[in-house]
């Protein structure tokens, strides 16, 4: 993968929505990629209950009231895009949509390079299939996918990379797909968490990776990590703000894509409590 073409940017209507439309924009200047945008209004499907909608139900009179509201929200992001290209001076192109948000998104993602959209905040998740759209477009895209922190600011980006080894098939995955930010990193960190179990009866080498990459001339420094008590995930995460990284790139999901979603792992850990960017692939 020598570079990123295009770039698809879900566009959500929350009001962190800018913070990841400026990061997809920053790449795409930075890889000369055509942007698109993307906005996904939720469909309504009839039911008993008037008090669920999107994905959901709706009653007629609150469905004419969400309608109303969702067109105000389909709007202002396509304006924030708009104003986004011509501050980066970037091409793109704008796509409005109805449906299904999660699916809808996933399946825009198999066309482009590289999907950027914004973490789920648990504390408060959004509706209907909108809190689906990282596992979704993850799992089901083919395409790596770029999750924003729906908290903070990042001016600066992928100069630090922190890639969290395990010596999987995702994890092989995701350093290919990673390639054209990892060759352009000032410093480039290789961690494993231990004790990790081995794949396929593979024993996990932190040395087997570091070649292939330096290969690529990227140059990279490994280090083992003792697996503390919030877990491989939490580890991860922990080193990720001590060694001062500021993209993550992970495997996501080493099972079954049904096993995935019900028992969680590592990936789903990340996702659920990232601070920094982070690139995954599946």
Known sequence: MDGLKDILVYVDGSPRSYITLALAAKLARRFQAHLIGLHVMGMLLPSYDPATYFDGAAGPSLAGRISESA??????????????????????????????????????????????????DLA?????????????????????????PHSGSFEIFGSHILIGWNGSREAARAVNDAMPFLVRAD??????????????????????????????????????????????????????????ADLLVIGGYGHSRLRALVLGGVSRGVLARMTIPTLASH
Request: charged share 25%; net charge negative.
């Open 187 to 244: 410093t480039v960190t290789i961690a494993v968490v231990e004790p990790v179990s081995a794949y396929e009866g593979d024993t996990v080498l932190i040395e087997d990776i570091g070649p292939h990459l330096l290969r690529h001339g990227v140059k990279a420094v490994s280090v083992r990590c003792a697996r503390r008590e919030s877990g491989t995930s939490g580890t991860l995460l922990d080193y990720a703000s001590e060694c001062g």
């Open 124 to 148: 408060n998740p959004p509706l209907g299939t909108r809190r689906q759209v990282p596992q979704e477009v993850l799992l089901s895209s083919g395409r790596p996918v770029l999750v924003v």
């Open 71 to 120: 067109q105000q929200v389909a709007q202002e992001s396509e304006r924030q895009f708009d104003e986004q290209l011509q501050r980066s001076f970037i091409t793109g192109e704008w796509h409005p949509a109805e449906g299904m948000v999660a699916d809808h998104v996933a399946r825009e993602a198999r066309y482009v390079d590289l999907t950027v959209v914004t973490q789920v």
